[in-house]
């Protein structure tokens, strides 16, 4: 049985070849996408710390800004 | 008109459903792995080489799909003045283009075994190869240009020009004789040639496909917003 799934009667290097580059093109997004994500968010994380008092105070008044403190992380 | 497509009202949904997308894509996809390598059958002329289509098959979809919306994200942003659209259509280029690569590299994968040979300048492949140029082109765009405006304006006209390909590789098997099979799934009749037995695995692998490229447009998503933000409090 696994030897039949694995030849594939003969097409196996074929079969398994095209899964496993749409498997690993599928990593390598989801990767580097993921990356860029939590940069970004460390981006925004040390410049709304580097922010005096009022300044952090006007920008927590937006929605958006709290909800990017409040998801550092998310995946 | 799009006021409730604000970036600021819709973050709180798309920084919290990517966790949902990955959970069902990874279910999905199993189920669909299961379906297309182990308990869907072999074809008769094809034997084992048949189930290539299972990937091949929805990546092009998908990148079709894709790039219609980008296409049509473009003519929005013109119309409506509104710049969420460029950022939905940025966010939704890189896995369009990843799908198209896919959708050529299994494309040739499954070629030799069927046809002898592992490329073909045949209209089907050659009209994908140049969507995948405008893909590149579109991602570049927004790489090279600083200003704006003007991004917005390139990557629109790459994407509209573009979108002229998609019916030429639709019909592409009809108007020139090619080493492309004809469409066997006609989305506006009932018939089709494939099997049911085909037919359920080609469903479920199409539907983990379009919940990742769901997952890579939300991430990439967020990602742009928070971009914006960023900037933001660089004016504060």
């Known amino acids: ?75 | 008109m799009f006021k409730s497509f604000e970036p600021n009202k819709i973050f709180a949904t798309t920084s919290k459903a990517p966790k949902y997308v990955l959970f069902l894509f990874i279910v999905v996809l199993s189920i669909g792995l299961m379906e297309a390598l182990v308990l869907s059958p072999e074809d008769y002329k094809q034997s084992d080489a048949v189930r290539i289509m299972y990937v091949h098959v929805p990546a092009a979809w998908i990148s079709l799909g894709i790039f219609s919306s980008l296409a049509l994200l473009s003519v929005g942003s013109f119309v409506f003045k509104n710049k969420n659209f460029a950022l939905i259509a940025k966010s939704l280029a890189p896995s369009g283009f990843v799908f198209n690569i896919i959708a050529l590299v299994t494309g040739s994968i499954w070629g030799k075994p069927t046809w002898g040979t592992w490329w073909a300048w045949d209209a089907r492949i050659t009209s994908m190869l140049i969507l995948a140029l405008f893909y590149g082109m579109y991602l570049l765009a927004w790489r090279i240009y600083e200003n704006k405006e003007q991004v917005i304006k390139v990557t629109s006209l790459i994407a509209i020009l573009g979108v002229i390909n998609v019916p030429i590789i639709k019909f592409s098997v009809d108007w020139w004789n090619t080493l492309h099979q004809e469409a066997s799934i006609n989305i506006l009749s009932t018939s089709t040639a494939i099997h049911t037995s085909m037919l359920i695995p080609l469903g479920i692998m199409t539907a983990a496909f379009a919940l990742f490229s769901l997952l890579i447009f939300l991430m990439k998503y967020n990602t742009e917003l928070i971009k914006v933000k960023n900037k933001g409090l660089n004016r504060l």
Not at chain 1, 4 to 31: D, K, P, Q, R
């Open chain 1, 1 to 75: 049985m696994i030897n039949e799934i694995i030849s594939m009667n003969g097409y196996g290097t074929y079969v398994w070849s095209a899964f496993s580059f749409t498997l690993i093109s599928f990593t390598a997004l989801y990767f580097v996408i993921k990356l860029q994500l939590s940069k970004e968010q460390k981006r925004f994380i040390s410049k709304f710390g580097s922010l005096n008092k009022e300044k952090a105070r006007a920008a927590r008044l937006q929605n958006i800004n709290r909800e990017i403190l409040s998801n550092t992380s998310n995946i």
